[in-house]
């Protein structure tokens, strides 16, 4: 055997070592991936039950969302730091939609929460005064758009009255 044919086999075999490489790296970026979209979705979830937790520990204050009353100051500040944690959970879940971490129905299913929170009366008022500064300007101007696109929500109605007419 010459030389020649000795170098072409090894280039061959160095070619195939490569090639099976780049199949190895290509497995494991799929799999880093899919790790990440479950630590991702992990994560959401985890945010989702903590501003739930708030929220339970402030239920007076939904009861009011529908009524004409004027709030307290101290329920306008529990009011506005349980909107500000869900806020920012939506911008965090906005964020990872864009980026591709969550898909398109998980997050249409998330953004459904801002529309429950300010697609009213009072909600509005809160997202134009004070919510809109709060967040991402690009994640404001898909808010402004979705609530210009919503009539009056009904979901704290809802919430507090499914059980009528049993």
């Known amino acids: 055997m010459e030389l020649s044919q000795i170098n072409e086999w090894l280039s061959l075999v160095a070619n195939i070592g490569v090639l099976l490489g780049i ?13 990440h979209r479950s630590d991702s979705r992990k994560a959401l979830m985890a945010n989702d039950q903590a501003s739930l937790l708030v929220a339970l520990d402030h239920t007076d204050i939904f009861t009011k969302m529908g009524q004409i009353e004027k709030l307290t100051q101290e329920d306008q500040y529990r009011l506005s730091f349980v909107y500000a944690i869900d806020l920012r959970n939506r911008e965090f879940e906005y964020f990872q939609y864009k980026s591709g971490s969550l898909d398109e129905d998980s997050w249409k299913s998330y953004r459904n929460l801002i529309l429950a929170n300010h697609a009213n009366e009072r909600g509005r008022v809160w997202w134009n005064k004070v919510g809109r500064g709060l967040i991402n300007p690009n994640f404001a101007k898909m808010v402004d758009e979705m609530l210009s696109n919503t009539p009056n929500d009904e979901m704290y109605d809802l919430l507090g009255s499914w059980d009528e007419g049993l």
């Open 23 to 35: 199949a190895f790296l290509i497995v494991e970026i799929k799999q880093n991936t899919e790790a």
